[in-house]
């Protein structure tokens, strides 16, 4: 165990800690050179390499000057929070990238707390001196600020030539210590020497092996052949086999305590071996006695959104299609809706915005589905007066008023870092969407960290495109759920031609109703298609009307043919169409297109 090192790499998006790992694989030899055909060797999905994001942590196992080298790369954006975590959990060091350009972003934060809550040994790192508006200088004085980490340990290198990445590998095996097998069986409080357990830090669907769990082991051994229980689940597997990533499956015997490795369970979804269950080995008398080890939770939603298909017999497609999608993303939560304007569909609950875009284009993409994706909503605590307690996302769930006594929605603690110059208006877009300011700090003289508590829901509707557009693209932003605050909320619901369109309704405070309504109904008067009768639009809290737009009817010149004679002719024919108008407006059907949905996000 002494020659062994398990490390992530934690950093803010797009700060290239997948091209490190990629330099880490060419110079352990891992991967060979005429083998590296793109960039990201570790971004497996075409969604990844497109976008040039990692959205799915990948391990793998290197070897270098006598050491093994277990490395994870995890995800940077917020959504995944809860993969880097589990990652986090895995190693007991982290290397921790930063952009020579940009500087500390609010994600670098936030991983870099995660890690030191673990007491992980940090390696900082400052990528793309190679860049011209690079400035390592100015961002290990925010280094030494900011996280109290002396300049001298910080390694500056340009992931894309590969100078300096050698200098990278040292430091992970001079600084990040080795597991400790009596150190990890006194943490996780193992008692029986002939006890093995393991902590599930992923898990992927293979179609012909079942589901693979990604373990890093703590105490004893497993093999091949072995018994094994998931604590938490309480699913009871055989291994068919386990090994290391290099980056593909290498098989081996078994796997000895502190390494990362995988084992095939045989399992047919991936809710059977959630991330951070703990897979145990022992005997069965012990099993009452034994204890998972820390840190196990079930992945909950933050996000929720309806999902269904422009052609209803592709319903069955698409149900098919998430039953498969969610063997490989745990966290994608779904169940059956239904639309009086869209048909039969899915509920669906996402870890934010981007898991739900990332969602929806693979339904398109890898299941060839047309879809339409309605406006995400939040969950929200309604108590009623008899006291009882639900918990609804959707605003087609939320009971008639008269039986409520309280609506709570949840609220985020939002650390944004920002240049200085920039704090001012984003405190006013904060202020606009009901947050509350806590604290202010300076990372440097030109940049500042600001704390504020927001609800939820007025994060995922555009506050990150109006964070860019008021800081000029500088401002990054990351947020963590706190807690569920009661509120004046009501439901905002959307009449067009008269019949309610449940996928269209919002919840929203009560001071906000009347100004969300009155632009609703005029982006939908915008993106909704003319017809041959007229359109009224409406937005309503219960009974009462208050906001209405009107899409005009097409009208054919029905006078055209005359050439002369007395105007009760004209007169006639005019009151012959305005019949018939009415008609079609009893009997009309609207078509919504997607952009009708989309217009919720969007508050200008």
């Known amino acids: 165990m002494k020659n062994i090192r398990n490390f992530c790499i934690i950093a803010h998006i797009d700060h290239g800690k997948s091209t490190l790992a990629d330099r880490f694989l060419e110079l352990t030899g891992t991967v060979d050179k005429r083998d590296m055909k793109h960039g990201q060797m570790l971004d497996t999905m075409e969604l990844e390499q497109e976008r040039g994001i990692t959205i799915k942590l990948q391990p793998v196992r290197m ?75 100015r961002i290990k ?28 590998l040292q430091a992970v095996i001079d600084r990040v210590p080795s597991p400790d097998q009596a150190g990890m069986r006194k943490q996780y409080h193992i008692q029986n020497d002939d006890e093995a357990k393991a902590l599930v830090f992923d898990s992927v669907y293979d179609t012909y092996r079942g589901v693979v769990a990604y373990v890093r082991l703590v105490s004893g051994t497993f093999k091949k052949g072995d018994a094994l229980r998931f604590l938490n689940a309480k699913t009871d597997i055989e291994v068919t ?29 991936v809710g059977e071996a959630r991330v951070g269950d703990t897979i145990w080995k022992g005997k069965k008398d012990q099993l009452s006695d034994t204890k998972p080890l820390p840190g196990y939770k079930k992945v909950v939603p933050m996000v929720y959104a309806g999902i269904y298909c422009v052609d209803n017999d592709d319903f069955p497609l698409l149900r098919d299609s998430l039953d498969k999608l969610t063997l490989n993303d745990a966290a994608l939560t779904y169940e059956p809706d239904q639309s009086p304007a869209l048909g039969s569909g899915f509920r669906c609950g996402f870890l934010g ?41 959707s605003p087609v769930q939320m009971p008639d008023p008269s039986v409520i006594e309280t609506i709570a929605e949840p609220w985020v603690k ?101 100004g969300l309504g009155r632009r609703l109904a005029k982006k939908l008067k915008e993106v909704i298609p ?62 919504l297109p997607q952009d009708a949905f989309q217009a919720i996000l969007k508050k200008d």
């Open 353 to 393: 915005l981007l898991h739900m875009d990332i969602v929806q284009e693979r339904l398109e993409r890898e299941y060839d589905l047309e879809l339409i994706v309605t406006a995400p909503s939040v969950s929200y605590i309604i108590t009623g007066k008899d006291g009882e307690k639900n918990v609804i996302s």
């Open 241 to 269: 086999d386990l090994g290391y990533f290099r980056p593909q499956y290498q098989s081996q015997k078994e796997l000895q305590p502190g390494e990362v490795g995988y084992v095939v369970t045989g399992l047919k979804s």
């Open 63 to 137: 070897d270098y000057r006598g050491y093994i080298l277990n490395l994870i790369d995890t995800p940077g954006h917020v959504d995944f929070t809860y993969e880097v975590s589990r990652s986090i959990a895995a190693c007991e060091g982290a290397i921790l990238v930063i952009d020579a350009t940009q500087g500390i972003e609010a994600q670098t934060l936030a991983n870099l707390y995660m890690a030191l809550e673990y007491d992980l040994k940090i390696i900082p790192v400052i990528n793309k001196i190679d860049m011209p508006a690079a400035d390592p200088q």
């Open 530 to 591: 003319r017809a041959q009768f007229a359109i009224a639009i409406q937005a309503a809290i219960g009974g009462k009307i208050i906001a209405r737009e009107t899409i005009s009817a097409y009208r054919k010149d029905v006078t055209a043919k005359l050439y002369g004679g007395d105007v009760t002719r004209k007169n006639k024919l005019l009151k012959k169409q305005k019949k018939g108008k009415k008609r079609m407006k009893q009997m009309g059907n609207v078509a």
């Open 414 to 514: 939002m650390e944004i870092v920002s240049p200085k110059d920039a704090v001012g208006a984003i405190m006013k877009i904060v202020q606009q969407r009901r947050g509350v300011y806590k604290n202010m700090s300076y990372i440097d003289k030109e940049r500042v960290l600001t704390l504020f508590e927001m609800p939820l829901a007025t994060v995922i509707i555009d506050f990150y495109d109006s964070l860019k557009n008021v800081s000029s693209g500088y401002a990054s932003m990351n947020y963590d759920f706190m807690d569920y605050r009661e509120e004046n909320l009501v439901k905002l619901d959307i009449l067009i031609a008269g019949e309610k369109v449940d996928s269209l309704a919002v919840i929203c405070h009560r001071t906000e109703a009347e």
């Open 141 to 168: 004085q925010e280094i030494e600020n900011m996280l109290a980490i002396p300049r001298e340990e910080v390694i500056e290198v340009s992931a894309k030539t590969g100078e300096n990445v050698e200098q990278v």
